[in-house]
């Protein structure tokens, strides 16, 4: 019996879509059998990011409404074994699924899958409520700018409500060089604030948007920060007991501490 | 037995409910609870004149009372009298902005003792209210997060969000917290915020409406 976890941020553009599309992708690179699902209906970007746009025949719509099995409407990954996509319905709205649909989707995948991913929509209504409804967990993604946080803070005591538990965070777009100059939010005063536990950090990535802009997540560039950052996060999930290392700006430090990383 | 805050008198022009001694809101609305409910017509539907004697209620307390009367009751309020038995009468249905401390007499009355414990921080978005006394949080009040209680506010966390206590006028009522960094704070009808940018002390602190009628800040050593 598998994980149904729910990524979702409240606010938009702070990575709730590449961070299910990494994860999902990290998973499946260990050997796990994992289902993303978007549950942006009628904004799809999981299978643009995943670099499956064409492959996508039948969405989850087509599933709720009875046009195909289930298993037919999952798109296969093109680079790893085990990952599949539920693509959502570019035609509907958020307001045609309701969340019992949505968690009898998710029940039936966990019976099959190690792990569930729901790509949430940004905002906290209906696709919300769709998107946590067959979810037992959460991960917030924030970024570390007030409003960002002030969202997540919301977001989560709306899947405390729901009994979502735990709810781990991610915190996504750190930029050493800032923090060190003082001129970002850190890792502490996040913490503080929305007083749940730390699932990860990934640093600002240039590679970010080239990997997005060619469809192939981030993971399979191998060495880049963002990468090293979701594999060890991926590695969190399943239990492996993997440090966060401490954001530095000094190239010697964060060399050795991802050379350690990698060979564990 | 006579009911000494509120009265129901039938005079030529209707009913008329007297409201008498110098009370708050929650104890006028109890007294009218009690006197409706112990009838054995009910009035639905009646139109009602309230006649106010010395009673202190606020604009904001009468349109209040209104809707507590036409939800509760179904009673249309057909109009509002004041008074003026003795001449020497109190600031009656004052504006909510302007002082009513003196005429108050905030600390005589109950706090109703009923204390509202809650164990969670209160996010963005979310509201604590206890309109019978006090509220105390074990845990933190987020930015956007807001308490409102008609006693005291204690949050033994961080108190980043904003707060409202004496909330039916109790200006004796206090805010205390861990680390006191509010949006904003407001006791009885007093608001007040801090300097922007500030950053815990690192200590307890209490609020409270000190002698200038503005709400200061301190740092809380004992309760006196």
Redesign the interface.
Known sequence: MGKVIVITSGKGGVGKTTSTANLGTALAMISKKVVIIDADVGLRNLDVVMGLESRVVYTSMDVIEKRCELEKALVKDRRVEDLFLLAASQRNRKDDIKPEQMLDICERLKEIYDFVLVDSPAGIEQGFHNAAAGAEEAIIITTPDVSAI??A??I???L?NQDIEPINLILNRLSPTLVKKGNMISKNDVL??L?IDLLGIVPEDPGVIASTNRGVPLVHNDGSPGADAYMRIARRMIGQRVPIPEMRDDNFFSNILKWFSRNK | MENSIVKLRGYKDGLHLIITPKVDLVEVETAINKLLEGMNQPLSGTSIHIDLTTSPLTSDDMKELETYLTENYDLVVSGVNILDENDESPILAAPATHSIAPNLQADDQPDFGQAKIVR??I????TTSCLTGSVLIYG?V???GEVVASGDIIVLG?L?GNAHAGAHGKLSSVIIAMELVPLQLQIGTYVNRPPLGQKSRGYPEIARVGAEDVIIVEEFIKFN
């Open positions: 002030r969202d803070d919301r989560i005591g709306l405390q503080d604030i007083n | 969670q921080t996010r963005s978005g979310q933190d987020n930015p956007g961080a980043r």
